[in-house]
């Protein structure tokens, strides 16, 4: 059983459409991430719930929020895409520092 | 804010040889991290290291946490291909809450056969 995952693995879409990426884990873990990965490789945080509750919220636009029904949940929702939005984003999860990463997502905006 | 340097960004070197990435922090660490990420894969957690000075090994990978706790390597001895990929230590601050890491850029290596 995948312990991170998240849905879905591509998505290809115009600008200005809004999009959401889905994760899930099965761990147990109280903590959840978003992370963005951008073509040089840079790993770099967004969000990070604990509990349902929002604890990290980085220098991000406020085209994208979060959601987190529960604590096994953690979705993300991007208004009004722009090509800068290409990427690979990253859900993870954890209980103190150890991060369990799920596939990613590769979102292409045209 | 944290940054967290890493060098090499990237690492060619032919099987057999060995390979280091380095790791630093502009501030004193509580711990770091090191993950690999495989090509079109994601980060996959290798090792923590707590302890000022901490040497840690998993066959032929080396981790060392510095005395200061501000910088960190990873050696890799006599490399195989199936040691390709990215390369990432991540650091969380003193006093910071969990979770909260900074990435370094990350060590590209290939592995020529």
């Known amino acids: 059983d995948t312990a991170v995952s998240q849905t879905p693995k591509y998505l290809v879409t115009q600008m200005g459409n809004d999009k959401s990426i889905k994760c899930e884990q099965n761990?147990?873990?109280?903590?959840m991430y978003w992370y963005k990965q951008d073509s040089k490789k840079f790993l770099k945080i967004m969000f990070s719930?604990?509990?349902?509750?929002?604890?990290i919220n980085e220098t991000v636009p406020n085209r994208f929020s979060p959601k987190s029904p529960d604590k096994a949940h953690l979705n993300l929702h991007i208004n009004s895409l722009e090509l800068g939005d290409s990427a690979v984003y990253f859900c993870?999860?954890?209980?103190?520092?150890?991060?369990?990463f799920g596939a990613g997502t590769r979102l292409s905006v045209l | 804010g944290q940054q967290v340097m890493q060098i090499p960004q990237y690492q060619h070197v032919q099987e057999g040889e060995d390979f280091t990435t380095y790791c630093n922090s502009s501030?004193?660490?509580?711990?770091i991290q090191w993950y690999k990420q495989r090509p079109g894969g994601h980060p996959v957690f290798l090792i923590q290291?707590?302890?000022?000075?901490e040497v840690k090994k998993q066959k032929r990978l080396t981790f060392q946490f510095g005395e200061a706790k501000k910088n960190s390597s990873l050696h890799i001895t006599a490399t195989q291909t199936t040691d390709v990929g990215t390369y990432f230590c991540?650091?969380?601050?003193?006093?910071?809450?969990?979770?909260?890491?900074?990435f370094g850029q990350g060590t590209i290596l290939t592995v020529h056969p």
């Open positions: 991540a650091g969380r601050r003193g006093g910071t809450s969990y979770g909260k890491l900074t």
């Open positions: 719930y604990n509990n349902k509750e929002l604890i």
């Open positions: 761990l147990g873990h109280d903590t």
């Open positions: 993870a999860s954890s209980r103190g520092d150890i991060q369990y």
């Open positions: 501030t004193t660490l509580s711990n």
């Open positions: 290291l707590v302890k000022s000075g």
